[in-house]
């Protein structure tokens, strides 16, 4: 059974920095695709990061391209997302999701089969 745990999130202020991480197992192969996904109240779910099973690409939104780094160390059994130069706007509960092999469309939320539970990141400025 495949299980995502998210962790790491908490209150910032503007300008600092958190990391978040997603605790991943259940997979019987390496070859997954993952990403962190965000929703802000009364918003849509929308994708922020996505790296490719390889680990050789990674995808950002351009709201975060270049303050946000998609991660995941060598055994794959976590996933990171570093947050730099945190905006009030980043304020979110922040999802890590997962689907075997590979997607064609890396924040798309249907392209993933499984969830965490969410952490939430709240930037104040």
């Known amino acids: 059974q495949v299980q995502l745990v998210e962790s790491g999130g908490g209150s910032v202020q503007a300008g600092g920095s958190l990391r978040l991480s997603c605790g991943i197992s259940?997979?019987?192969?390496?070859?997954?695709?993952m990403a962190w996904f965000r929703q802000a109240p009364g918003k849509s779910r929308e994708g922020v990061a996505g790296?490719?099973?390889?680990?050789?690409?990674?995808y950002y939104a351009d709201s975060v391209k270049g303050r946000f780094t998609i991660s995941q160390d060598n055994a794959k059994t976590t996933l990171y997302l570093q947050m730099n130069s945190l905006k009030p706007e980043d304020t979110a509960m922040y999802y890590c999701?997962?689907?075997?092999?590979?997607?064609?469309?890396?924040?798309?939320?249907?392209?993933?089969?499984?969830w965490g539970q969410g952490t939430q990141v709240t930037v104040s400025s």
């Open positions: 999701a997962a689907t075997l092999g590979f997607v064609t469309e890396p924040f798309r939320r249907e392209e993933y089969n499984y």
């Open positions: 259940g997979f019987s192969t390496s070859i997954y695709s």
């Open positions: 790296i490719h099973p390889s680990g050789r690409f990674t």
